[in-house]
């Protein structure tokens, strides 16, 4: 891996582990205290095809609403290429951010506006 894949990549789970995993936990605890079954997951970087959909980095936030058998799924991707952030909400709305851009009040809004669509379904 190069300097500034590394870079992008150390960048990437700094975001995370500052901005989006707290935002997502919290909601996690509001979904399951609501009955809803919701975790994380994430998906280190390979600059080597490993058969994955994504090269990655990337953390996921799954939904399943009310024990339902369907998963929704609102996963933060770094585009390690592009040195964007993507934001992807099943079903299928992209949104790319500078990775300064990427502030917790952007976080909670993509968050919120997904579940309320996915909830309401």
Excluded at 14 to 26: S, Y
Aim: aromatic letters at 6%; a negative charge; glycine letters at 6%.
């Amino acid at each position: 891996m190069d300097r500034d894949t590394d870079m992008f990549v150390q960048a990437f789970w700094v975001r995370c582990r500052e901005t989006v995993r707290p935002a997502l936990d919290q909601m996690i605890d509001t979904l399951k205290g609501e009955g809803h079954d919701a975790h994380v997951a994430t998906q280190e970087y390979s600059d080597v095809p490993d058969d994955l959909p994504d090269a990655g980095p990337s953390l996921v936030l799954t939904v399943h609403a009310n024990g339902s058998a369907v998963a929704r799924t609102l996963k933060f991707r770094g585009d390690v290429g592009g040195k964007m952030i993507e934001v992807t909400a099943s079903p299928g709305d992209t949104r790319r951010y500078e990775m300064s851009e990427l502030e917790l009040p952007i976080v909670k809004r993509e968050v919120a506006d997904w579940l309320a669509k996915i909830l309401k379904s």
